[in-house]
């Protein structure tokens, strides 16, 4: 069964406080790791997918990579804009094909 | 934005009724799924379709019935709605491998009273 477990629950940083988040995944076979960002009340925007351990990508003040076992979400110079919660899924090869298993995510509040 | 609506988008109701739920899209997307998403959960995939007519269940099925009889509409049916049924519901779409990632609606919230 494929898991994905997220750290911290909930961070707090001040704008220009770079930091990161992680996530810890166990599957079968990784088809592809997507990181997803969700204001309160809204669905779940999607970000980057990450399909071999050694990829990065870059959006604005987001980079994201992947090993085999985690992947990090790297936030420089936050903005109190890049608050939000921040979800990580992973699509492995056995199972449901088109299944992605989400992790319970990070919640980024970010202060002036 | 992806072109994913959902309806209603908030919705009372009272245990034992059946209750709908419609997910439209405008993308053309051969994929489309239902998730709850419910405090320490994360999302947990309720049904999906990869085609007109062709549906399969999720991990968290039971209780819950879909239909996808256009490429644009997948409906979510509650057919006896009860209290563990309130969240927040959201629809999403996809093209398909290589294009594997999910795009989200907006989300429906349900309370059974």
């Known amino acids: 069964e494929d898991q994905v477990t997220q750290s911290p629950e909930a961070l707090r940083l001040q704008e220009g406080e770079s930091s990161s988040l992680n996530c810890s995944y166990t599957v079968s076979g990784l088809r592809g790791l997507f990181w997803y960002r969700q204001d309160p009340g809204k669905g779940p925007e999607f970000l980057f997918t990450l399909y071999s351990a050694g990829e990065e990508k870059e959006k604005e003040r987001l980079k994201a990579t992947l090993t085999k076992k985690e992947s990090f979400l790297h936030i420089t110079a936050p903005k109190p804009e890049d608050s939000a919660t921040y979800l990580c899924?992973?699509?492995?090869?056995?199972?449901?094909?088109?299944?992605?298993?989400f992790g319970t995510g990070t919640r980024l509040q970010v202060t002036l | 934005d992806a072109g994913i609506t959902q309806s209603p988008r908030h919705k009372v109701t009272e245990t034992g009724t059946p209750v709908t739920l419609r997910c439209h899209q405008t993308e053309n997307h051969r994929y489309m799924y239902w998730y709850r998403q419910d405090p320490g959960h994360g999302l947990r995939l309720i049904h999906y379709s990869y085609g007109v007519k062709d549906t399969d269940k999720g991990e968290v099925s039971d209780g819950y019935s879909v239909s996808r009889s256009k490429t644009e509409d997948f409906l979510l049916t509650l057919e006896s709605a009860t209290s563990s049924q309130t969240s927040v519901y959201f629809c999403?779409?996809?093209?398909?491998?290589?294009?594997?990632?999910?795009?989200f609606g907006p989300g429906t919230r349900l309370t059974v009273l």
């Open positions: 899924a992973v699509q492995g090869n056995t199972g449901t094909a088109s299944k992605l298993t």
């Open positions: 999403a779409i996809s093209e398909g491998h290589p294009y594997n990632e999910q795009f």
